[in-house]
Each structure stands twice: as C-alpha cells, then as structure tokens.
C-alpha cells in the first residue's frame, strides 16, 4: 500500500507564494501519475494539476500561469509551486496517485491513494 503525506501549507497573503511537497513510499513511485486536488469548506474537491510518468502534466484553468507541478523520482517526491496566490485558492490541498502513469487525469476516482491534505490559506 501506498502512503502519501503533504507538507508546506500554511498561511500567506495574497501575491504571495508557497511550495507544497508530497513524499510517497514505495519502489515504483517513477512509474505512477500524481496529481494535486483541493477542497474549500462546503465545496466538492476540484482538480488542480497532475503530472504522468514521463512529465507531462496539466492544470486547471484557474491555476494555470500560476502553479507548477514536478517530481523528483529519486526523492518519491512530487511538489506544487504555487505563485501569485489569490484568496480563491484558500482550500485544503490533496496530493493523489494514479497506478496507470500515463494519465494525467482530471476525475478524483481514477487515482487510488490520497494523502491527508495540508492547509492553505490566502488572505487579501
């Protein structure tokens, strides 16, 4: 099984910017998809970006020009940079697995492990 955990949430201003990290385990973590999903209070979780197995990757519209997603395959790592940070990202933000690692897939049903989330909080 696989375990995810989140870190670099925190509160910032908006302008601001923050660089969220996602640590797996595991020995094939190259050879999976991983994306990035948040979720406001009282709101569904929404896509923010994913990356596949040979870095490709795709972002929301809301997020694009402003967030990067990479990986560091020899840490198990994979990372959100987040710039210009507006109020409407405040949300808790969800790293995610997808076994099959060519996708860079926007549905929350096609990835099979889900961290615990981090904080992130933009104020105006």
């Known amino acids: 099984q696989v375990q995810l955990v989140e870190s670099g949430g925190g509160l910032v201003q908006a302008g601001g910017s923050l660089r969220l990290s996602c640590a797996a385990s595991g020995r094939t973590f190259s050879s999976y998809a991983m994306g990035w999903f948040r979720q406001a209070p009282e709101k569904e979780r929404e896509f923010v970006a994913a990356i596949n197995s040979i870095s490709n990757t795709r972002y929301a519209d809301s997020v694009r020009g402003r967030f990067t997603i990479s990986r560091d395959n020899a840490k198990n790592t994979v990372y959100l940079q987040m710039n210009s940070l507006k109020p409407e990202d405040t949300a808790v933000y969800y790293c995610?697995?997808?076994?099959?690692?060519?996708?860079?897939?926007?549905?929350?049903?096609?990835?099979?492990?889900w961290g615990q989330g981090t904080q992130v909080t933009v104020s105006s």
């Open positions: 995610a697995e997808d076994v099959s690692g060519y996708r860079t897939s926007m549905m929350g049903a096609m990835y099979n492990y």
